[in-house]
């Protein structure tokens, strides 16, 4: 049973460029979030999505970025425009039921931005 | 001993000690808990969670305290290893989504 997983691991962007980020849920988790971390820092919540359904974006900055999780195939994590203070590590996670199972998370993927 | 890096607070311990990791939850209405623990280069690794109808939980070397009146929850661990050098976060969750605490980064000295 395959846990989380998240692509690319790295991905390098240069200015003005677009990011996508890939997530693929625990296998019957229908939950999935979004949550990004800076070093040395804590993880904070970004968005919160159901299938076809953004349930939760209050942590999504209000321009460039983007979250979608279609019925087939991964939650996607999409930042247009990037700019340096993008970089971070993005980290998935998925659970079966809303807040009231644990999260488990992917790898993440650290973008950086030239 | 205890202190506050830049941004991380760190706990130092011996190796074989117990260490004991401290997180001050926001919400009171927060009726789940969920202590992980993050390597470097990782993303984090459930270790134990609590709902706010305990006050303990136990699990392989590591214990959950919950006090709902302080709003205070506490990761044991015993006889500390290398190994368990990370970053802890706890969360909690009133029904919506998990909030993250800001971290303690555990050391462990030889």
């Known amino acids: 049973n395959a846990g989380v997983m998240q692509n690319p691991r790295h991905l390098v962007r240069r200015r003005g460029q677009e990011a996508r980020l890939r997530c693929s849920p625990m296998k019957g988790h229908s939950h999935v979030y979004w949550y990004r971390q800076l070093p040395e820092e804590g993880l904070k919540f970004m968005v919160y999505l159901q299938k076809e359904n953004i349930i939760d974006e209050s942590g999504m900055p209000k321009e460039r970025f983007s979250a979608e999780f279609p019925k087939e195939g991964p939650s996607i994590l999409r930042i247009q425009q990037v700019v340096r203070g993008d970089s971070a590590a993005y980290f998935c996670?998925?659970?079966?039921?809303?807040?009231?199972?644990?999260?488990?998370f992917g790898s993440g993927t650290q973008l950086s931005v030239l | 001993g205890e202190s506050v890096g830049l941004h991380l607070p760190t706990l130092s311990v011996q190796e074989g000690d117990n260490s004991i990791i401290n997180c001050a939850y926001s919400?009171?209405?927060?009726?789940?808990f969920i202590w992980y623990k993050q390597e470097s280069g990782k993303g984090p690794q459930f270790i134990i969670d609590?709902?706010?109808?305990?006050d303990k939980r136990q699990g392989q070397r590591v214990t959950v305290l919950l006090n709902k009146t302080v709003k205070h929850l506490s990761l044991q661990i015993a006889a500390t290893q290398p190994g368990d050098s990370a970053v802890y976060f706890c969360a909690e969750s009133y029904g919506q989504n998990f909030v993250f605490g800001p971290g303690t980064r555990l050391s462990v000295l030889p």
């Open positions: 919400n009171s209405a927060s009726d789940y």
């Open positions: 996670a998925s659970s079966g039921l809303r807040g009231t199972e644990k999260l488990f």
């Open positions: 609590i709902r706010s109808n305990m």
